[in-house]
């Protein structure tokens, strides 16, 4: 059986392009999370996690 590419997967999930002021704003809060584990490793595995959810319901 042979593996598919990541863009004939991508093709079967119809994911949607987030805009690029969307995406610069997730970029962004990504950063902040990133920043904010040393001081709340769980706290920002909580953020980490919604945020995430959010960017696949937006990608569809």
């Given at each position: 059986?042979r ?38 490793p ?19």
């Amino acid at each position: 059986m042979r593996e598919r590419g990541r863009g004939e997967a991508e093709k079967e999930l119809n994911l949607k392009q987030i805009p690029p002021v969307d995406s610069h704003r997730y970029a962004e809060q990504w950063r902040l999370t990133q920043a904010r584990f040393v001081d709340d490793p769980p706290g920002a595995i909580g953020e980490a996690d919604i945020l995430i959810g959010r960017v696949m319901e937006e990608r569809g």
